[in-house]
């Protein structure tokens, strides 16, 4: 089991330090994207992720989005998609904080498309663990931890 927490990184940071986790059941990632200037995170590039780690069974996604954020509509141009890479030992895959973003959009369908055992794909909108603390936002994006 790999636990991977961030609050943002650069595109190119994701995918040109990828190493084989040949091991890797269980991946668990906790991402918070903060408003920046300019957001540098790109949800889609996690998808290389399973990549790098083709026996994962169990794929854990938990985002919280500090920032302002746009649900995707056909304004936003067509969905991208990353090459076809199937997974055959993905069955069960929990997003949460999934408020409808393009890209968190387009992750979502590269998983259904390429997990060929898959068993449950969970989508939640609430953001729901930040490391052992339930957060919630609030409209404003104000986190609010309970005491």
């Known amino acids: 089991m790999l636990t991977f927490r961030c609050s943002q990184f650069e595109r190119a940071d994701v995918v040109s330090r990828l190493r084989s986790f040949l091991s890797l059941r269980h991946l668990v990632l906790d991402l918070t994207i903060t408003d920046l200037p300019r957001r540098t995170i790109d949800i889609l590039d996690l998808g290389y992720l399973l990549e790098a780690a083709p026996f994962v069974e169990k794929l854990e996604l938990h985002m919280v989005m500090d920032c302002l954020h746009k649900r995707y509509c056909q304004e936003d141009g067509e969905l991208r998609s ?48 930040v490391g052992s603390v339930s957060v919630r936002l609030r409209s404003e994006g104000e986190r609010i931890y309970p005491s």
Request: hydrophobic share 45%; proline share 8%.
């Open 82 to 129: 990353l090459p076809i890479c199937p997974h055959s030992h993905l069955s069960l895959v929990t997003i949460t904080g999934f408020i409808g973003e393009k890209d968190q959009l387009e992750l979502a369908l590269h998983i259904l498309h390429n997990a060929m055992v898959l068993k449950a794909l969970k989508i939640y909108p609430r953001p729901c663990v």
